[in-house]
Structure formats: structure tokens, C-alpha cells
């Protein structure tokens, strides 16, 4: 079925270990999004890409590494997980067309104990 | 960075009533969509306006762009269970070019008592 997936949908870790989320899309979207979600802070934007190869910042970067080798595909590590990292994480992705519509992905549940 | 003000932070109603949520910005935005979160589950788009005034239906759900294009109203009625969720706004600032980013309320959190 077409549309964005994401794996694992829920994981505990250890601090200091290092996690990747992944994040799959079927429809060829130009853009793709990490964010998290935080109660009492709605969803915050982590990085993002326009293209393959081509990523940047978002709001809460720090502690996070994104890649983007293909177009389907925009992998989530965090490189030393901390307790802070503990949240949901949705991906999203965008056409370069349209007029913002994001579409996400059902989440990660991170646990870092 | 941009901030969007959503009210109420919640909400809780009988099944039957109408149901109002509003953002707010100091901002001029030229996009406006309105998000539901079901639990356990990523936001799914509702309703999406582009243009200053613009009024939207989709089904029960009303939502419009404020005439200033700092502000949106989501407007659901006859609520019923299946209305349970968190509503977000979400809008695109003026003159934000880089990578289509969205500014997001903090959510409205619905529950509709049967």
C-alpha cells in the first residue's frame, strides 16, 4: 500500500547507544521531515530535506544526524542517545508542488532509558 | 523561532455539540491547515486553505484563513465520538522559501463524551 512508513514503531534503548529511525516513502515526494513530539510542545521540526543529498536543520537539531541517499528513504540517528531524546518521532513528507500539505507517518515511540 | 497560539489547549464536550478551536499568530501566513492525531497514530490533514478569507468545508468541519493572515478557526459540528483527538493548526510564514516548512500550534485536545 502506497504512502509513508515508519520502523521500528517502538523502541527502548540504553543511553549513550546510538539509534536510527527509518523513514519510507512510496510516492517519490520531493520533501521529507523529522520532527518530534513532546507533550506541551506540539511537533518540532528536527531536520529536512528538499531532495536527496540535500538536508537541513530544523528547530531541534542537536544530537541528531539525518541522511538522505535516495529519494524514498530518510534514516533518523541519533548518534548518543539521551534521556531528553526520549519522545515520538513522525516523519513527513511533500511534493514540490502543492502549497505546504505534509503528509506523516504513523511514528516511532523512543524510549531512552 | 515563529510561534502559533492555540486555544483552547482543551476541550470537552457533549456528543451533539459544536466545536470551535482558533489559531493565532504574530505572523502573516500564506497557508493555513488544520491536522487530526488520533492516539497512537500520526496527524492526518483535514482541511487545507490558501487564500486570505477563505472559507473551507469538509463535511461537519469548517475551517477558515483569517482576512489578517495571522489567524484560523476550525469549526467542527454535531461533534461525535469518533471527533476524539488532537487537533493541530499548522500555517506556512510569508516569505518562507527553504524546504516548505510549517510552524505548528501546540494542539487542541478533544474528547466527546458520548
Known sequence: DAGI??????????TGRQVTLMCHQTWSHSYMFWYRQDLGHGLRLIYYSA???????GEVPDGYVVSRSKTENFPLTLES?????????FCACKGSGGWG???FGPGTRLTVL | ????????????????????????????????????QDPG???????????????????RLTAQFGITRKDSFLNISASIPSDVGIY???GQVQGETSGSRLTFGEGTQLTVNP
Open chain 1, 5 to 14: 512508513t515508519q520502523s521500528p514503531r517502538y523502541k527502548i534503548t540504553e
Open chain 1, 51 to 57: 531532495a536527496a543529498d540535500i538536508t537541513d536543520k
Open chain 1, 81 to 89: 542517545a539521551t534521556r531528553s531524546q526520549t519522545s515520538v518521532y
Open chain 1, 101 to 103: 500539505e505534509q503528509f
Open chain 2, 1 to 36: 523561532g515563529q510561534q502559533l497560539n492555540q486555544s483552547p489547549q482543551s476541550m470537552f464536550i457533549q456528543e451533539g455539540e459544536d466545536v470551535s478551536m482558533n489559531c493565532t499568530s504574530s505572523s502573516i501566513f500564506n497557508t493555513w491547515l488544520w491536522y487530526k
Open chain 2, 41 to 59: 497514530e500520526g496527524p492526518v490533514l483535514l482541511i487545507a486553505l490558501y487564500k486570505a478569507g477563505e472559507l473551507t468545508s469538509n463535511g
Open chain 2, 88 to 90: 493541530f493548526c499548522a
